[in-house]
């Protein structure tokens, strides 16, 4: 199964509408086996201006993806054992992303089992690290094309306003007043509470 892929002009535009328009889309990643992936259903908007953004003193060696050209993947790790996953968005230099936090399982399922161990299908990619464990992501496609590489974002079906909500993100510790997570009322994949 391949599907197509969002263009650039998707990430090219304010990271918080594409931190919300990036749920009901699909966050995929291919292996010699083929595609795994799911349906996006929670992320995080982080912005130059933010002081819980790694983009927040300046361009380095390990955030350069996140001032690249939209639509770079940008993956770190945090706390020395997870690997997180974030999408650049707005012209390249800018250093803003959306960290994508959470994907309902759909496509090679057994594939995310066997590198999570078997738990319920809900708890797969339920939290960013958790997610990266699931889809096999790593330093690896940090700085690949979301389009054109081995990790894709494809294109899946909008969710209505009526269904997502907004709060404020998790695990940070500056920033806390800005309501840039975003997440589809009442899925249970998705990583935090609902409001």
Known sequence: MTGTPLP?????RPTLTVARELLGHWLVVHHPE??????????????PDDPASHSYRGLTERNRSMFGAPGTAYVYRIYGAHWCF???????????AVLIRALEPTLGVEWMEHHRG??????????????????????????????????QVWQGEPISEDCVDNSPRIGITQGKEHLWRFYVRGNPCVSGRWR
């Open 86 to 96: 974030n999408i650049a968005c707005e012209a390249e230099g800018i250093g803003a």
């Open 34 to 47: 083929g595609w795994v992936g799911g349906k996006i259903v929670e992320t995080e908007a982080y912005l």
């Open 118 to 151: 078997h738990r319920p299908h809900t708890q797969l990619c339920r939290g960013p690290g958790n997610l990266c464990r699931a889809l096999g992501i790593t330093r690896a496609l940090d700085g690949q094309s979301v389009f054109t590489g081995r990790v």
């Open 8 to 12: 650039q002009e998707f990430y090219n």
